[in-house]
């Protein structure tokens, strides 16, 4: 039986950053979506999932370059398709997972790096290719083939693994990053996270500010360092906002960046700066809920040192790092502010092969 897992992320810094070219920190955590394969005598992929109380059987002669939305399994198998890579037998796999779905944790990324080391391994190709690579082919056949509006960063977290600071901008590329505390808080607050609409729009009308200060600025470069307050007043009223937040997220997470490389990395000063981050997710792009905000009151109110909403946001989940003994205090009262499930984890490692 060939076992493969891929795990969840979490944005701690840089939410909705990494489609605009800008960079993110994020990482690994220790839930997972779970493949589990042993071939068949057919040409089909017969499929179990389990959680979901579904099936579904693939032919191996099926047409790649059809697919409905969201159906990651042909899209994945094209992307291996066109790096020579084809399965010649049929499998039969159950998938299951224990990362909340819909939830802002990548569990569908984590679906598609799965599913593509699962056939790289079934095929004896696993080693052609870096983590790094794999986390781009997945963003591919999850973003770049359904015409979605995301970036970079859950595909290549859940691929590399750790805690990593990603340069969107360049693929393929990042930096591993070392935290000074071991684990996080997860609350799910029970509200689905946004549509994949809602996160075409911020897409779409962040890209809209931004081209909106190039027409009046020639020369403007949107990764350089600069505040956002120097050219604001070039951009229409109902986008200011928008592009504040953009520039805020930036220098937060360089600030971030600069925390955790130091020598002595200050736990609290990150906690600060994810506090900020959160604040502009809130007060600028509005993407928390009523829920959202119960859950990370209560979260600062136990102790929490950072706490954050986690994804696209409408909803999903929220980040804490815990001062030190106050763990149980925090999550028994994110449970009491009404979190569906609260669950503590580590950093993980990035999608592996657990073949028996």
Known sequence: MTIIKAPARVCLFGDHQDYLGLPV????????????????????????????KKTRTLSLKEDLDSFEPQDYI?????????????????????????????????????????????????????????????????????VEEHGQAGGKMDQYTSAIGGTIYINTRVDKT???????????????SGVPKTTLEGLRSLNERSHQAIAQVKSHVPGFDQYAHHSAANYVDHVEEDLKEIFTAAYGNYENTRAAFDCIQGQDADTTAIGNLMNEHHSILKDLLKITTPEIDRLITAANKAGALGAKIVGSGGGGCIACIASEGKEEEIMNALRDAGAVEVFETRVSKGAKDLTL
Not at 43 to 52: K, M, P, R
Not at 120 to 139: C, N, P, Q, V
């Open 25 to 52: 920190i994020a990482c690994a955590v220790d839930r997972y979506i779970t493949f589990k394969a042993e071939p068949n005598e057919t040409q089909a992929l017969n499929f179990e999932f389990t959680d979901l």
């Open 74 to 142: 042909k899209s994945g198998l094209k992307m291996l398709d066109k790096v020579g890579v084809q399965l010649s037998k049929g499998f039969d796999i159950e998938i299951s997972g224990d990362i909340p779905i819909n939830a802002g944790l990548s569990s569908s990324s984590a679906f598609v790096v799965g599913w593509l080391t699962l056939v790289l391994k079934l095929t004896d190709h696993l080693d052609r290719f870096s983590s790094a690579e794999i986390g781009h082919m997945a963003y591919l056949a999850e």
């Open 174 to 188: 990042f930096e591993s990053l070392k935290l000074p505390f071991e684990s996080l808080i997860i609350a799910s």
